[in-house]
């Protein structure tokens, strides 16, 4: 397991973390088709998780109506976990618990309130990374980041991030944090996989220039590239896409990927989804990628999938296969800029 800087900070986490949406599902709705993980299973994934090094645990406020930090917390207690072995991260947006009109969104009262609600879920003093889910068109960003720099303050939070923003929105809040002299968003969690790049459009540029981390969730795609699914609608019984097909992919480019990842995986002797994984881990951008499992064998197949290295030409094909349409202004942007861009690479092989 290696260990990467997280964003602009002294903070270092491990290259996998371990998703918690699986936690605490069997109450209805939407994440019960996600996982219906109980305290002993979770206790089981969590162990096994720091055993192999991953330091970093991701959950957030709605998974399960907030059981899933409460199975997080009580995990981290059961198996006597010391707390700065272990890095936190939850976020907030929507409702959980209570629902009334102030129980969503960024505002100050939601997330004074929210943070409050997480630390007692979870029993601990403070969390290390506390992030808001999605853009609450409601409410201004400086109260946004002034609520999250006022939780810095006391203690109550090391660092904040953001999750599913755009990138206007996310350099917009930078530009705030530092005229203001506010804590800065350090992380956006986001969607990423080989079959679904278009975060490289606007976003890492973002990232990459303003020292921004990135966590990747659902790194699989809901399971479509695990090499489970068949290009002709065939699917693994019990798997996730199944009852819940999110997020949205174009399936045909995926089978695509899928293709050339799995005589990558069979060259290899892995599987696909480890081929899947290890080409998020090759990404410059990426400080993390989030795992989610229900069975400690699916958990060590994605643990495995640090020790893959891809070769020059295994990426190349799977570039070329996963590869972006061009879009303006960036095809306009390559062309316009490749004579400086040549003048750069002139003076470093000088």
């Not at 969503?104 to 009262?109: P, V």
């Not at 917009?172 to 005229?179: C, D, V």
Request: proline content about 3%; hydrophobic content about 40%; glycine content about 10%.
């Amino acid at each position: 397991m290696r260990y990467r800087k997280f964003g602009n900070t002294g903070l270092f986490v491990s290259e996998l973390c371990l998703g918690t949406m699986t936690f605490g599902g069997g109450t209805g709705g939407i994440w019960d088709n996600i996982g219906q993980l109980q305290q002993a299973e979770a206790d089981a994934l969590i162990g096994r998780s720091l055993d192999a090094g991953i330091n970093f645990i991701d959950t957030a406020d709605v998974y399960a109506d907030g059981r899933s930090e409460i199975i997080t917390g009580q995990a981290l207690k059961n198996l006597k976990v010391p707390r700065e072995n272990v890095v936190v991260a939850t976020k907030i947006l929507g409702e959980t618990g209570t629902k009334g009109a102030n129980s969503r969104g960024a505002s100050r009262y939601h997330i004074i309130d929210g943070v409050k609600a997480s630390l007692k879920r979870l029993q601990l003093d403070h969390v290390d990374l506390y992030q808001i889910h999605g853009f609450d068109p409601a409410t201004p960003i400086e109260e946004t980041l002034r609520a999250l720099d006022n939780l810095v303050q006391h203690g109550h939070v090391r660092y904040i991030g953001v999750s599913n923003w755009a990138a206007w929105q996310i350099m917009k809040a930078l530009g705030i944090s530092e005229r203001l002299g506010l804590a800065r968003f350090e992380s956006l969690q986001a969607y990423y996989t080989i079959a679904g790049r278009d975060l490289e459009r606007e976003i890492v540029p973002l990232l990459q220039s303003e020292n921004v981390g990135l966590m990747v969730w659902s790194p699989l795609a809901g399971g479509l590239l695990s090499g489970k699914y068949t290009r002709d609608g065939g699917k693994e019984e019990g798997s996730r896409r199944t009852k819940f097909d999110f997020p949205p992919v174009n399936v045909e480019r995926a089978h695509d990927c899928v293709d050339v990842m799995r005589r990558v995986a069979e060259a290899k002797g892995v599987s696909v989804a480890q081929v899947a994984l290890a080409w998020l881990l090759h990404q410059k951008a990426v400080s993390s990628v989030i795992i989610g499992a229900k069975r400690v064998e699916q958990l060590d197949d994605n643990i495995a999938a640090t020790k893959v290295r891809l070769n020059a030409d295994e990426l190349a094909a799977l570039d070329e296969v996963s590869q972006l349409p061009a879009e303006y202004p960036g095809w306009m942007l390559t062309r316009q800029g490749e004579y400086r861009r040549n003048q750069l690479k002139e003076e470093r092989a000088e």
